[in-house]
């Protein structure tokens, strides 16, 4: 398992430890999802902001030696942590798989990123991913989050998935979740459980909604 130095040796990048693509149990990180979906001012949409909540033992592992007093830490001690986890994000494609019609469009490197902790110490990492090009809101626009390997299980906050920023009149969002495991996707899940290995390569996509966005 690779790890990266983040200010001091416990600060693991979510991203990397990620990497660990064929030999990760499922899954070691849980991320509640809430996003964004940005447009300019011609209507077209220009990319999506992203609001990552980690789950309790790795928000743990990720802030240990961070803070005082029994305070969480603040967004000035974590920003070189959120640094890493950004700058990495490009090897795992951002965990972020748009279409547009026919098309898979293309995000470029993430800005405008930070990580905060809560009061429970829980840290969320918010960060905005521009598309190269923008795409017109007129024709079928959707997006997932997830890793293929099922090492970080990613999930949408439910009702809450996504919202829109400057759309137009008439544009809204709907999120599909995904079908129910056939037997033998169960059965790999589970031995993948037992047996400390990844259930497939492919596995994530079968597990991840889709949010859809619909512009008149």
Not at 19 to 47: C, N
Not at 206 to 214: H, I, N
């Amino acid at each position: 398992m690779r790890r990266m130095s983040v200010a001091r040796p416990a600060a693991a990048s979510l991203l990397l430890l990620a990497s660990t693509l064929g030999a990760a149990a499922h899954p070691h990180v849980w991320v509640v999802v809430k996003s964004e979906v940005l447009f300019g001012a011609d209507g077209k949409i220009t990319g999506l902001r992203h609001a990552w909540t980690f789950d309790e033992m790795y928000s743990a592992f990720a802030t240990q030696g961070l803070g005082s007093n029994g305070q969480p830490p603040t967004s000035e001690e974590l920003q070189p942590l959120a640094k890493v986890n950004v700058e990495s994000l490009g090897e795992f494609d951002f965990f972020t798989y748009a279409k547009h019609g026919g098309d898979k469009p293309e995000f470029a490197a993430p800005i405008d990123y930070s990580l905060e902790a809560d009061a429970n110490k829980a840290i969320t990492l918010h960060f905005t991913l521009p598309l190269k090009v923008p795409v017109d809101a007129k024709k079928p626009f959707s997006f997932q989050v997830y890793d293929p390997t099922y090492f970080v299980s990613f999930s949408f906050e439910k009702g809450a998935a996504a919202k829109l920023v400057g759309a137009p009149p008439g544009c809204s969002t709907s999120t599909l979740d995904p079908n129910p495991l056939v037997a033998g996707d169960t059965q790999k899940l589970s031995e993948a459980f037992f047996s400390n290995m990844s259930p497939g390569a492919d596995f994530g996509i079968k597990l991840a909604s889709r949010v859809v966005v619909a512009c008149p």
